[in-house]
Each structure stands twice: as structure tokens, then as C-alpha cells.
């Protein structure tokens, strides 16, 4: 395929003498809901952090809408990171310190949104999502699930191109699990973005569009490639 918005070929990648990919490749296609499973250890996280340009392989070609991203330097990685992507973790690491709304408004505040500006922005989106409520509460004022949903809407608020959600569930019950799931296919959806989402639950990775294992470094296509 060629007209992929991101795509990994023949990466290889060792921790010291522990290979994590063995010549893994994928292709992920514009609004796309890319389910990536496999056993652990098989090499999930590392494929995301090398597609996400936090890891640079050994060896291989990682491509962002035609560009090479295991080309470019730290800080143009950074850029690509802080303009293009958004990231959602197992556990939302939102800031202790901040208000949820405030949280939210951190990669506006990143990318040089003026604070008034993307306060409001911040609070639209969580009204929006139907989380207004929570805006003013600090991390350790919300429940596991509402936190996940919150750090889910920060990882949105750019209007990333590209969300990287790895294992966004794996800390909550399946039933908030499902209320998280559920928020990011609908922004998704509304917003064309496109998903990356490593999860070892068959449950979460039933909301993408296709699912591809990850053995031993290498990817297994589980389902075809949409065509186009
Ligand atoms: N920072 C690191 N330092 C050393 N080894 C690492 C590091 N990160 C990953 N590994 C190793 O690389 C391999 C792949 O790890 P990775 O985290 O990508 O697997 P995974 O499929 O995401 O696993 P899990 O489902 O348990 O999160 C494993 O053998 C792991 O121990």
C-alpha cells in the first residue's frame, strides 16, 4: 500500500542484546482504528514508540505522510510529537498539581495557545464530552475512569493527526473501559483522526476498524488492509 499516513518497514530494534523488533512493518491508513495486540513482551509499546518518533530504530524506515521520521533529529521529532500526535498511557498521567480543565489545555499551552484561549478551548471540549462537571477538579479528586477520559480529551485537544493510545483501558474495569472506548471512537470518528491503539484485551481492540498481532518483533496482519 502506498498511500499509508504512517508506516513502519523492516524495523529492527534492540534493547542492549534484547531484540524487541525483528524486522516488524505495518501501515496505517488515514482515519483509520488501528487495533495492535500480541502477548507481552512481544514488542506492542516499542512499535508505537518507533511509529510516534519517541524511538529511533536500528534499523528500518519509519514514514509520517511520506516523510521519514527515524531521519530526523530530536528536536523535529519533538515538533512532530507536540504538533501532530497525541498520546494517551496505560495510567493518564494527567499532572497531580493541575485542574483536569487545566490538563486538557496543556498541549494548546504547549503549542503556544494563549492561556485564556485554551482554558476555554479545554472547557469546551469537556462540555462537549459531557465531563464539564470534573473541569475543576485536580487528578486526585476523580475517580480512575473519569481521570482516564480526561487525560483521553487531552490527547485530543490539539487535533492530533495521529493518537497513540497504548494500553488506555489496562488500568480500568471493562465497563469504564468501555466508556473510554467509546469516547475515543466518537471523537475519532467526528474528527478523522487516526488511531494506533495497543491493547491485549479482545474486547477494546473490537472497536477498531482492523487488528494486527505483534510476535516475537514481528508484525502479523489479522485482518486485510483496507483498500484505497
Ligand atoms: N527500556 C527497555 N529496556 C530494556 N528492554 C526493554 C525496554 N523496553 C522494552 N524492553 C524489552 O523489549 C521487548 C518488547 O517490549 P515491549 O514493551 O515493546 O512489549 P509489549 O508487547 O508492549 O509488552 P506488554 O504487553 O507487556 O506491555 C521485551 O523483551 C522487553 O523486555
Given at each position: 500500500m502506498t498511500n499509508a499516513l504512517l508506516q513502519a518497514h523492516d524495523v529492527h530494534l534492540s534493547f542492549g542484546t534484547t531484540p524487541a523488533l525483528r524486522g516488524a512493518g505495518i501501515a496505517v491508513h488515514e482515519g483509520e482504528i488501528l487495533a495492535v495486540m500480541g502477548p507481552s513482551g512481544s514488542g506492542k509499546s516499542t512499535l508505537l514508540h518507533c511509529l510516534a518518533g519517541i524511538l529511533v530504530p536500528d534499523r528500518g524506515e519509519i514514514l509520517f505522510d511520506g516523510r521519514r521520521v527515524d531521519r530526523l533529529g530530536e528536536t523535529a521529532r519533538s515538533s512532530l510529537r507536540r504538533d501532530t500526535f497525541g498520546f494517551v498511557f496505560q495510567?493518564?498521567?494527567?499532572?497531580?498539581?493541575?485542574?483536569a480543565e487545566e490538563n486538557v489545555a496543556l498541549p494548546l499551552l504547549l503549542a503556544g495557545v494563549r492561556r485564556t484561549k485554551a482554558l476555554t478551548e479545554a472547557r469546551a471540549w469537556l462540555d462537549r464530552l459531557g465531563l464539564g462537571d470534573l473541569g475543576r477538579r485536580t487528578s486526585g479528586e476523580l475517580s480512575g475512569g473519569q481521570a482516564q477520559r480526561v487525560a483521553l480529551v487531552r490527547g485530543l485537544v490539539a487535533r492530533p493527526r495521529v493518537l497513540f493510545a497504548d494500553e488506555p483501558t489496562g488500568a480500568l474495569d471493562s465497563l469504564t473501559g468501555e466508556q473510554v472506548m467509546d469516547l475515543m471512537v466518537t471523537v475519532a470518528r467526528d474528527e478523522g483522526t487516526t488511531i494506533v491503539l495497543v491493547t491485549h484485551e479482545p474486547r477494546v481492540a473490537a472497536y477498531a476498524d482492523r487488528e494486527v498481532v505483534v510476535r516475537d518483533g514481528k508484525v502479523l496482519a489479522l485482518t486485510a488492509e483496507p483498500v484505497g
Open positions: 495510567f493518564g498521567q494527567l499532572v497531580p498539581e493541575l485542574s
